[in-house]
């Protein structure tokens, strides 16, 4: 699937997301370390930030992939036989402190991934009005 505005396919775009890549160019990487992003892509100079709050869709990302797999597993642990449900409480538990915080800069990735796949517009005018 093709988007005709930007003329990237969905698998491009979901590919440099899962390698923290500009989801414009996929040279540069999206963030500094851990949990600070760049302002801009360094090769094409894309804004990553379109607006303040931008961002709050990859929380629903984290929240919704965290809150799947923690009932997944739970599930998988007590019906598997494999741990009783008080031991899959705390297993579950602490997979679900420690993943949301590993898993944020793919959130926030696919989130910019997918906004630009479906918007490429609105990132490349956002881009040009912070020129000038």
Same mark, same amino acid.
């Given at each position: ?27 540069? =990487? ?54 009783? =449900? ?13 993943? =949301? ?17 479906? @918007? =490429?517009?609105?990132? @490349?005018?956002?881009?040009? @009005?912070?020129?000038?």
């Amino acid at each position: 699937m093709t988007n005709p505005e930007s003329g990237k396919s969905y698998f491009t775009v979901i590919s440099r997301a899962w390698r923290l890549r500009c989801p414009r160019c996929g040279q540069a =990487p999206l963030f500094k370390n851990w949990f600070r992003m760049h302002v801009a892509c360094g090769h094409c100079h894309l804004r990553f930030e379109r607006e303040p709050g931008y961002f709050l869709g990859s929380i629903y990302i984290n929240y919704g992939l965290t809150a799947l797999l923690v009932t997944l597993f739970y599930f998988m642990l007590v019906g598997g036989g494999w741990a009783a =449900p008080q031991t899959a409480l705390w297993i579950v538990a602490g997979f679900a402190l420690v993943f =949301p915080i590993w898993f944020f800069r793919y959130a926030r990735s696919l989130w910019l991934g997918v906004d630009h796949y479906w @918007d =490429p517009t609105q990132s @490349d005018s956002a881009e040009r @009005d912070s020129r000038g």
